[in-house]
């Protein structure tokens, strides 16, 4: 089983900047790809974007203002969030896959992001 617990979420101005992370625990070397979503309220979950060994891939409306990165030493994820706009608000869910089939997905709790002036 593995835990995910996101941080670093809060209230920043347009323009500004935040830096999520995912920190899994348990058995943290049996899952690889990784990536976030968002949940905007009102609006369904989306994709913002996601890691494998091939690179990171992110929506249209976060590409070139996001980048995910991962530590692969203990497969923390990174948000990096610059150029942050009122409508990307909403709450930042991680999530991994399990390397074994069948595929299992874990899921963080989430952590709020409010972009306002």
């Known amino acids: 089983q593995v835990q995910l617990e996101e941080s670093g979420g809060g209230l920043v101005q347009p323009g500004g900047s935040l830096r999520l992370s995912c920190a899994p625990s348990?058995?943290?070397?049996?899952?690889?790809?990784m990536g976030w979503y968002r949940q905007a309220p009102g609006k369904e979950r989306e994709l913002v974007g996601y890691?494998?060994?091939?690179?990171?891939n992110y929506a249209d409306s976060v590409k070139g203002r996001f980048t995910i990165s991962k530590n692969n030493a203990n497969n923390t994820l990174y948000l990096q969030m610059n150029s942050l706009k009122p409508e990307d608000t909403a709450v930042y869910y991680c999530?991994?896959?399990?390397?074994?089939?069948?595929?299992?997905?874990?899921w963080g709790k989430g952590t709020l992001v409010t972009v306002s002036s």
């Open positions: 890691i494998t060994s091939g690179g990171p």
């Open positions: 348990g058995s943290i070397f049996s899952i690889n790809d």
């Open positions: 999530n991994a896959l399990s390397i074994a089939p069948p595929r299992k997905a874990y």
